[in-house]
Nanobody, 123 residues
C-alpha cells in the first residue's frame, strides 16, 4: 500500500491549505486514516483521524480550524486547514491504519505512512 500526500506549501498566517492523500495498492479496507505532523525538534503528533464510519477526532490545538474528511471511493483523505498559525508549521504525514490486507484466508491489519508534505506558515 502506497500513500501519496500533496497540497503543502507556504502560506501567510490566517490563510488556508488543503492537504490530500491518495492510497493505492492492494487492500480490502482502510479502517482509519489520519494526519500527523512533525515540527523541527519535536516529536510527531497526531493532528486528526477519521474512521471508516466517518467519526473524526482532532488534537486540541486545531479544533475548529482543521477539518478531516475521506472519500472511500477514491481511497483518499483530506485535511482542510483554515486560520493557519505559525505554530502549524511542520511536515505533515498521511497515515493509513488498521488497513486490511492479505488473502481471503489470511487477512491481517497493517499501518502505512506517506512521504510527508511541508506546510510553512509565515509572513
Amino acid at each position: 500500500v502506497q500513500l501519496q500526500a500533496s497540497g503543502g506549501g507556504l502560506v501567510q498566517p490566517g490563510g488556508s491549505l488543503r492537504l490530500s492523500c491518495q492510497a493505492s495498492g492492494s487492500f480490502y479496507l482502510i479502517n482509519v486514516m489520519a494526519w500527523f505532523r512533525q515540527a523541527p525538534g519535536k516529536e510527531r503528533e497526531l493532528v486528526a483521524r477519521i474512521t471508516s464510519r466517518g467519526n473524526a477526532n482532532y488534537t486540541y490545538s486545531v479544533k475548529g480550524r482543521f477539518t478531516i474528511s475521506r472519500d472511500d471511493a477514491k481511497n483518499a483523505v483530506f485535511l482542510q486547514m483554515n486560520s493557519l498559525k505559525p505554530e502549524d508549521t511542520a511536515v505533515y504525514y498521511c497515515n493509513a491504519d488498521r488497513v486490511v490486507i492479505g488473502t481471503p484466508t489470511n487477512l491481517r491489519e497493517a499501518s502505512f505512512w506517506g512521504q510527508g508534505t511541508q506546510v510553512t506558515v509565515s509572513s
